[in-house]
């Protein structure tokens, strides 16, 4: 007899409603096929510096292995805000506006609950990362969404921005450089952002996790701006530019009155980030910049050869400001985001993303990682080179 019950019909209405993961559900076609060059995963190829690694085993040989405060350890705290006053023009308080969690995700996820009530509205733009438009929706907030284009080079369109500005607008999300397309803002548009920002009361969430991963001179962040200090969240992590995607450790920086909201959420959900990796993040930030520079270099060159061999192609792609990735164009073939993909995944073993996953103004272009050996770029280029010379016959 078999009493196995369906409990689908039980299952959270907004949650039922949610897609998957873009990138995860294509990547499970991914599992199990052999000799794959994967441009897909936005991890870094770098094993994380040793220095880093080494002080992990210090801790672990120390017996550091209890809780933390719930805020994290004071003393990476206080290394945090010294390192955005050096490198972002914006002072915080290590004590109270600071604030460690586990990765960039964590923190935007509190931040999204410590601040949005039911219809709040929250503007955001695509293509974008896979979590925004889910992390809106999971706290009940209203999306409202700006098209990012090739026009602009998809930067954040600031008429589009202008005219989505409701009475509802609680919130705009930012992430520049940008995870698909690598882009970013110039200071004109940070200027323009703010003034809107503050002419409507706006709280501003700035992700920043690939800001050092800058092929230009770097901008200041939002918040560093007159009058941004107070209304902005300052969101990053250590996963990207020092190669420790695997420590999960994330922080967020802000208003006190907003940071002590996000902690009340995060001491009954998480309760404090891993020690260990809390360590580890306190050695790259007193030890690990020469690494994360070295990282850097070599990401730059890696764009040079994959923007010029996609273009020799005939895959129009333009050259990212920042991040790991490439946001080619694939309109000139024919196919759609999901089948390009698929079809050079079966054909060529090549593995990107498809562009949808990021948002449906994403169809038409490919997430290219290029988080790679130079070795391995230069033969996934070999083969979408076959492959896309094998659809015009």
Do not use: W
């Amino acid at each position: 007899m078999n009493n196995k019950k369906n409990h689908s019909g039980k299952i959270a209405d907004h949650v039922q409603k949610m897609g998957k993961s873009g990138i995860r559900e294509f990547f499970d076609l991914v599992i199990g096929c052999d000799d794959v060059i994967s441009l897909g995963v936005g991890e870094p190829d770098f094993v994380t510096p040793e220095v880093i690694r080494e002080r992990v085993v210090y801790s672990l040989k120390r017996g550091q292995t209890s809780y933390t405060s719930n805020q994290g350890l004071m003393s990476l705290r206080e290394e945090i805000c010294k390192y955005i006053d050096k490198d972002y023009g914006v002072k915080y308080c290590p004590k109270t506006e600071c604030l460690i969690t586990v990765g960039v995700s964590e923190a935007l996820d509190l931040a999204m609950r410590a601040l949005v009530n039911p219809g709040d509205e929250v503007i955001y733009s695509e293509p974008c990362y896979v979590s925004y438009n889910a992390e809106i929706k999971l706290t009940h907030g209203v999306p409202v969404l700006i098209e990012n284009t090739v026009k602009t080079e998809f930067s954040l369109d600031i008429e589009q921005l202008r005219d989505k500005v409701t009475p509802k607008a609680k919130i705009l999300m930012l992430n520049f450089p940008c995870n698909p397309t690598g882009a970013t803002l110039n200071l004109e548009q940070m200027k323009e952002i703010a003034e809107i920002a503050i002419a409507n009361d706006l709280i501003v969430f700035t992700d920043e996790i690939y800001s050092e991963l800058s092929y230009i001179k770097r901008l200041p962040t939002i918040a560093s701006l007159p009058g941004m200090r107070e209304r902005t969240v300052f969101l990053h992590g250590f996963s990207k530019a020092f190669a420790m995607t695997g420590f999960r450790i994330g922080y967020a920086c802000g208003p006190a009155e907003i940071i002590a909201a996000m902690n009340k959420i995060h001491q009954y959900t998480i309760l404090c980030a891993p020690i260990m990796a809390q360590r580890a993040a306190e050695e790259a930030l007193k030890n690990g910049l020469g690494p994360m520079e070295k990282m850097r270099q070599a990401y730059e060159k890696r764009r040079d050869l994959m923007v010029k061999g996609l273009n020799d192609i005939g895959l129009e792609c333009l050259n990212p400001k920042g991040a790991f990735y490439l946001f080619p164009s694939i309109k000139s073939t024919g196919l759609s985001s999901m089948d390009f993909a698929k079809k050079l995944l079966e054909e060529q073993k090549v593995a990107v993303v498809p562009g949808t996953a990021f948002g449906a103004c994403g169809e038409g272009y490919i997430r290219c990682c290029y988080a790679a050996s130079t070795e391995k770029l230069k033969e996934a280029l070999k083969k979408m080179k076959i492959f896309v010379a094998g659809l015009k016959k």
